[in-house]
């Protein structure tokens, strides 16, 4: 079974700073994707970035991008500039790419953005 | 906004009755996903329908069923509800299972 494990139950940064989230993963498998979703107060969870398993670049979109070792099974997710809108919950998951289609989430990151 | 909807938004109800959470995917999208989260649980996955069918099922509870229609909008009765059954149930779409899943903006159950 898969497991994806985020060790960093809370943080916090201040506005305008850089701020790296952690994660981790387990898998005997080598055709995944892994994600990273952002849930603010309003409890909607948005997708931030997707990173293809086979691909070798890291992931970017925008302020938003993934240092990822998949040798080392590790997915962390770096926001530059950090502005208060990023202030939510955030969740690292995984789903195989063949095989039960569902996805494993982490227990997730609190972020707060401090003015 | 996702372009998956769920009605209700809220729902309260009383133990040992029954209520249907009903979700639309975005248009195009085959497959649908639901998922609980509670506070003591975390996210976890329920049940996946593709097309019509049953493709995976996860932690879901017998008295939990799900069903996709031919219009591909999916409902999710939950019965004989208990006081644990209280969490929030999203419901999420992809266009094929391997693909990235959207989440609609989720049903708040509160079970009294």
Redesign the interface.
């Known amino acids: 079974a898969q497991t994806v494990t985020q060790s960093q139950p809370e943080m916090s940064v201040q506005e305008a700073e850089t701020v790296t989230l952690s994660c981790t993963y387990d898998t005997s498998e080598n055709n995944y994707?892994l994600?990273w979703?952002k849930q603010p107060p309003?409890?909607?969870?948005?997708?931030v970035i997707?990173q293809e398993a086979y691909k070798q670049q890291n992931a970017t979109e925008n302020r938003f991008s993934v240092n990822f070792q998949k040798a080392a099974k590790s997915f962390s997710l770096k926001i530059s500039d950090s502005q208060l809108g990023d202030t939510a919950m955030y969740?690292c998951a995984f789903?195989l790419?063949?095989g039960?289609?569902?996805?494993?989430?982490g227990?997730?990151t609190r972020l707060t953005i401090i003015p | 906004d996702?372009g998956v909807t769920q009605t209700p938004k809220h729902l309260i109800t009383a133990t040992g009755q029954r209520v249907t959470l009903r979700c639309s995917p975005r248009s195009g999208d085959l497959?649908v996903?639901w998922?609980q989260q509670s506070l003591d649980q975390?996210?976890q996955?329920l049940i996946?329908y593709y097309n019509g069918e049953e493709?995976?099922k996860?932690n879901i509870l017998e008295r939990f069923s799900a069903q996709q229609f031919p219009d591909l909008h999916s409902e999710l009765n939950l019965s004989s509800l208990e006081l644990g059954d209280s969490a929030?149930y999203?419901c999420?779409s992809s266009v094929d299972?391997?693909e990235?899943?959207?989440?609609g903006?989720?049903t708040?159950l509160l079970v009294l």
Not at chain 1, 42 to 47: D, G
Not at chain 2, 100 to 103: A, G, I, L, M, S
């Open positions: 994707y994600f979703y309003s409890r909607q969870m948005i997708l997707r969740f789903i790419l063949f039960n289609e569902k996805l494993t989430f227990t997730g | 996702s497959s996903y998922y975390g996210l996955f996946q493709r995976a996860g929030l999203f999420a299972g391997r990235t899943q959207y989440f903006p989720g708040r």
